[in-house]
């Protein structure tokens, strides 16, 4: 295992994840997030979800060509709170890679920086694999989504933790099945959660940014 993994992996990696709910703050407020039963449904959505909406942009930026695999993503990303998002998040994550790999022109390249393509670029001039690279994408958005759920109170720290644990078999699975998945082959799994996101702006109260 690449010990690097366990920096870009670690909470304190300051990526921007954790200003992001993933949806999950509308499907709380929206009555659609209540209780555990339901978060583990939505969980399971949103890994399937990411692997098969983001994930084959990550494939292209880091076995292709990351211009075209950001311009396709924007335009992929229809709803303007799930691309703000992507790009906000994406280029948090060129910004702590450039300072901590010493890597310079990460932010210059892409014109978008959505986050699965800029994950797969950076990972890719940093020397790790593709496969390292793609379960460190699901991982985190996982890991991202439960903290939003523990801080809406719809579970507590140590629950999510064993959700999270519950959740790796899942994720190999959305892992595997997409691992020849090309940009063009990107496909939304999850509409009720992309549906109740892009209303997140006109939530009455807001802890997130998307």
Do not use: I, K
């Not at 300051?14 to 992001?20: C, D, V």
């Not at 694999?129 to 109170?153: N, P, Q, T, W, Y």
């Not at 996101?197 to 998307?210: E, G, I, K, M, P």
Request: hydrophobic share 50%; net charge negative.
């Amino acid at each position: 295992m690449d010990a690097r993994l366990l920096q870009l992996a670690d909470s304190a990696f300051p990526a921007g994840s954790f200003a992001h709910s993933s949806g999950f703050e509308a499907l709380r407020q929206l009555g659609l997030l209540r209780g555990e039963d339901a978060l583990v449904l939505r969980l399971e959505e949103l890994v399937w979800h990411a692997a098969s909406s983001a994930l084959p942009f990550l494939n292209d930026a880091y076995s292709s060509d990351p211009l075209l695999a950001d311009e396709a993503a924007d335009v992929f990303l229809s709803s303007h709170v799930a691309n703000r998002a992507s790009r906000a998040q994406g280029q948090a994550f060129l910004m702590a890679s450039e300072a901590t790999f010493a890597l310079e022109g990460l932010r210059t390249t892409l014109p978008y920086a959505h986050v699965a393509v800029a994950m797969g670029f950076t990972l890719q001039r940093a020397g790790f694999s593709r496969d390292d690279a793609r379960h460190l994408h699901l991982f985190g958005a996982c890991r991202s989504a439960l903290s939003a759920a523990v801080r809406l109170g719809v579970t507590g720290p140590l629950r999510a933790q064993r959700l999270l644990l519950a959740l790796h078999p899942v994720m190999e699975a959305a892992l595997h099945e997409t691992s020849t998945m090309r940009a063009v082959d990107a496909t939304s799994t999850a509409p009720m959660n992309d549906l109740t996101q892009a209303v997140h702006d006109r939530l009455y109260s807001r802890l997130f940014q998307s």
